[in-house]
């Protein structure tokens, strides 16, 4: 920007300095407010990069493995290369007796396939352990060095860069080894339980939004009442919904939670179903304020135009408001559910389990869900477990902007259809 | 109060109306005068301003067609600059009387001639004073006062009639002198058409306070609901 | 309703017609009535209540909950304020032109044919489009693109979809709400035309604050005002010519050579 005087119009001298001056102070004013925004909004482009560059630098770097047994004392050929009677062999020859029966209840390991069985020499016998792990910027920076320190404590181990969000953190279960960990049922558990809490909430929401803002009258008290507990409720601490929660549904509607009213094998309430109708009452209120804001962004001239036709209060509503309001409502919705998966307090309120390592079966099974593994992990003191929490945070974050992803998308193509 | 503009302008026009009434008073006042005193550069010099008096004329409609178009006046206002527009007009003709009573005055030139000088001087005395009530009630749309004034038109027509015996009296006497003499009858014609059109001025004072239009010459007291 | 065909003398009827907004009376003691196939203007300062009167005449006012109304408004001889009335009805039967131009934000076809399904509409939609566009005037300039939106035509042209629209549901009286106020003068006369040749087949009341636009379109006016307490009441009522030309009221004539307050 060229700092040139600005020309200024008039023709007496006098006051043209005046107002020049009085110009100046108001354009450094003007500047001074720009400047003030553009730092806030680089504050919050910095929170967010540290918060990206932290989480990221946790789920990536080298590690120093150090094998229990090593690999070159079973065979003298890569365990990939051996054949399943090969690898039954190692197996029968390194495990305890009672270990074996128990691997071979289901049939006989030489029967398993070839793969099952390389994974279960690594995990029964060769037992790699993650001694020493490094984030990624000093992995980057100090490769050497780590290597030289690596090579001087632990001489038979050895090192590798490692990605722990990788395909088995997708495909595994909860496991104690933080190498062996996944988050497959956490991911599914968290999914499942979004759904139901949008099959609940949104309709509930909406349906809510529309009653007060196109049907109930504004003055009569008991609607105002409704209104203003509604704004509050918004307000609300997860934990007192999680509370809420488990009195209502994982207790009061347990016949209905567990699934024994559907004639589900299901043994108390602490449910899939019963933490996603926690969270469909967490975000009501939410959905319900956006969306009654949506209807009331609708202007009042489209609903006179279709009534002035004679079409039914029905009619409008359902050809003009929710068409108009749709972007709007999904808009809250998206906002909801960001909120809902990452909810964890009333979770552990409803009780969902910190481990578990099969996969939720439906809304009448017991679970787990993102949030609660990663808030599980992080409290573990083996360094490993931090960076699977970082991983499982990432995976948390891309479950989270895919949704947000497809409801945009959603939107979009209502806001088209205009 | 709003529309100051518009009134200001009707302000203007009704002020110029004014002006070209006196005009006319006086046109017809030094026509009639020349009659008797047979000043040839005096009757030329009315003959001619008649063209002043037709600009001014122009100018006036000129005026109240462009308040029409810009300040769009309804109702009373709207009546008002009708009326002026009529005014005007009629004001115009009358100019073209008094121009007409010049002429005369130069067609006779220094001739002998016996004219019923009396009756002209008051028919001419008693139309100018018509006109010019007529266009102070009218100015100040007064019904009340414009609808008195048809009514003397009565003593024009009297007068009419005498002077009229007098001037076929005389062409019987002096049939030399006849020429000159049927112009005098031009001239009792032109006063007693001027009467009449003061009647058409005043008809338009009281279409301005009332909206309704009549005919008022010869036309009783109680016929006029003002 | 019983008699809905028996004919009656005039469009619509009103009898010491007041309205009400909680306590406030907007207007007072309205008694007009609207002659068929002719369009009457109703003129008067702001706030007097025009609109609130002409809301009366197909029961918009319901949308406003402190609105109540007492007296009549008679259509077809039927009080339209008794509760047995059905509104949804009336307001086909009594369309409405809005002050700004109120298009769905749907294509201009579908604007048009949705009053007309809403409403049980069971022939021909293109052609019913095809005939209301025309009777609108506007036709020529969108045949082409009739799938185009609506929002995307200029405010005259939307104004005049506006009335094709309200005339797709075949209403017999059609209320404008000041419906040239957002137009230029050329659409604003095009508009006029167009209720001159509607007059033909419906009885148009129409709200203007433009007095030129009252004198050139309609045949009849009622000039209301505020009396003192601010509620509306009714000057005068007469044929537009003589509204113009010498009404019979000093605050009529106040108002109309603007030489009111
Ligand atoms: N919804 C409402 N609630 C309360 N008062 C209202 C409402 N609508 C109108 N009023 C009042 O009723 C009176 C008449 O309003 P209305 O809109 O009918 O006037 P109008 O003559 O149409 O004015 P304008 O020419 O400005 O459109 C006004 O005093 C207004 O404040
Ligand atoms: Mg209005």
């Known amino acids: ?418 | 109060m709003p529309r100051n503009t518009l009134n200001r302008q009707l302000n203007m026009v009704q002020d110029e109306i004014l002006i070209l009434g006196s005009m006319v008073e006086q046109a017809t006042r030094a026509a009639v005068g020349t009659l008797k005193s047979r000043d040839l550069r005096e009757a030329k010099l009315v003959f001619e301003q008649d063209q002043i008096i037709n600009e001014k004329r122009f100018a006036i409609e000129n005026a109240i067609l462009i308040l029409m178009a810009t300040q769009q006046p309804m109702a009373r206002d709207l009546r008002t600059l009708a009326a002026l527009l009529e005014v005007n007009t009629e004001l115009e003709r009358m100019g073209d009387y008094a121009k007409g009573i010049a002429k005369v005055t130069l067609r006779m030139g220094n001739a002998e001639v016996n004219l019923p000088m009396v009756e002209i001087n008051q028919m001419a005395e008693l139309a100018v004073g018509m006109l010019h009530r007529a266009l102070s009630a009218f100015i100040e749309e007064n019904a009340n006062l414009a609808v008195a004034i048809p009514k003397e038109d009565d003593r024009i027509d009297e007068l009419f009639n005498t002077a009229y015996s007098k001037i076929l009296h005389e062409m019987v006497a002096n049939p030399s002198t006849i020429d000159n003499v049927n112009l005098a009858l031009w001239v009792i014609h032109n006063l007693e058409r001027m009467a009449d059109r003061v009647s058409n001025i005043c008809e338009r004072t009281v279409f301005i306070a009332t909206g309704e239009l009549f005919e008022m010459d010869g036309m009783d007291e109680e016929d006029l609901n003002v | 309703m019983e008699d809905m065909n028996q004919p009656s003398k005039y469009a619509i009827e009103t009898r010491g017609l007041n309205i009400f907004y909680g306590d406030f009376q907007a207007v007072k003691d309205i008694s007009l009535q609207f002659e068929r196939n002719r369009i009457t203007a109703i003129i008067g300062p702001s706030g007097c209540g025009k609109s609130t009167v002409l809301r009366a005449f197909n029961r918009m006012n319901d949308f406003v909950p402190s609105a109540h109304a007492t007296g009549e408004v008679l259509y077809h001889d039927q009080n339209i304020n008794h509760p047995s009335v059905d509104a949804v009805q009336l307001r086909r039967l009594i369309g409405m032109v809005f002050q700004k131009p109120n298009p769905f934000p749907k294509s201009i076809y579908d604007n048009i044919a949705w009053g007309a399904k809403m409403n049980g509409f069971r022939g021909n939609t293109d052609d019913l489009v095809e005939e209301t566009l025309r009777q609108a005037a506007l036709w020529d300039e969108v045949k082409d693109n009739l799938k185009k939106s609506a929002l995307a035509l200029s405010g005259g042209q939307q104004q005049r979809l506006c009335i094709a629209r309200a005339l797709a549901v075949r209403p017999e009286i059609i209320l404008m709400d000041e419906p040239c106020s957002a137009l230029d003068p050329i659409a604003t006369l095009k508009i006029e035309d167009l209720m001159r040749e509607l007059s033909q087949n419906y009885t148009i009341i129409i709200v203007t604050h433009n007095m030129q636009q009252a004198a050139r379109a309609s045949d009849y006016t009622a000039f209301f005002t505020m009396d003192t307490d601010r509620s509306g009441i009714m000057v005068e009522y007469n044929e537009t010519s003589l509204i113009f030309t010498k009404p019979k009221d000093q605050r009529t004539e106040d108002y109309i050579t603007g030489r009111f307050g």
Request: charged fraction near 15%; hydrophobic fraction near 45%; avoid cysteine.
């Open chain 1, 1 to 418: 920007m060229n700092q040139m005087e600005p020309k200024t119009f008039g023709s007496n001298q006098e006051m043209q300095d005046a107002e020049k001056n009085f110009l100046h102070r108001r354009h450094q004013r003007a500047r001074l407010a720009q400047s003030v925004f553009q730092l806030t909004t680089l504050l919050a482009v910095i929170f967010l990069a540290a918060l990206l560059v932290t989480v990221v630098n946790k789920s990536m770097g080298y590690v120093v493995v150090e094998n229990k047994v090593d690999p070159s004392t079973l065979s003298d050929r890569p365990l990939s290369e051996l054949n399943n009677t090969e690898l039954a062999q190692i197996l029968r020859e390194n495990l305890r007796k009672n270990r074996v029966r128990t691997l071979e209840r289901a049939g006989f390991l030489e029967d398993q396939s070839q793969s099952t069985l390389v994974q279960l020499v690594e995990t029964e016998i060769i037992q790699p352990e993650v001694v020493e792990s490094y984030n990624l910027f000093p992995s980057l920076i100090k490769r050497s060095k780590i290597k030289a320190d690596a090579a001087s404590t632990y001489p038979n181990a050895k090192v590798e860069f490692r990605y722990w969000l990788n395909g088995t953190f997708l495909t595994n279960s909860m496991a104690s080894q933080p190498e062996l960990a996944g988050v497959r049922s956490a991911l599914l558990g968290s999914l499942q339980l979004i759904l139901i809490t949008i099959l609940t909430a949104f309709p509930i929401g909406v349906g809510a939004a529309i009653y007060l803002e196109e049907y109930a009258s504004h003055k009569s008290r008991i609607n105002r009442l409704i209104q203003t507990n509604i704004d509050n409720l918004a307000g609300v601490p997860s934990i007192v919904y999680g509370i809420l929660g488990l009195a209502l549904f994982v207790r009061a509607l347990q016949p209905f939670t567990s699934g024994a009213l559907f004639g589900v094998d299901g043994q108390n309430g602490r449910t899939i179903l019963s933490a996603g109708l926690t969270m469909a009452l967490l975000i009501l209120p939410i959905l319900i304020i956006n969306a009654q804001e949506a209807i009331r962004s609708v202007p009042d001239s489209l609903r006179q135009a279709s009534y002035g036709l004679g079409a039914t209060r029905w009619q409008t509503i359902w050809h003009h408001v929710l068409p108009g309001a749709m972007p709007g409502i999904l808009t809250g919705t998206i906002l909801a559910i960001s909120r809902a998966i990452g909810e964890t307090a009333p979770l552990i309120v409803v009780g969902a389990s910190t481990f578990i390592t099969s996969d939720p079966t439906g809304p009448f099974s017991s679970f787990t869900a993102l949030p609660i593994q990663i808030y599980n992990w992080t409290t573990r003191p083996q360094p490993a477990f931090q960076h699977i929490a970082a991983a499982a945070i990432l995976v948390l974050l891309i479950a989270l902007l895919s949704l947000n992803a497809a409801a945009i998308l959603l939107r979009n193509r209502f806001a088209k259809r205009v």
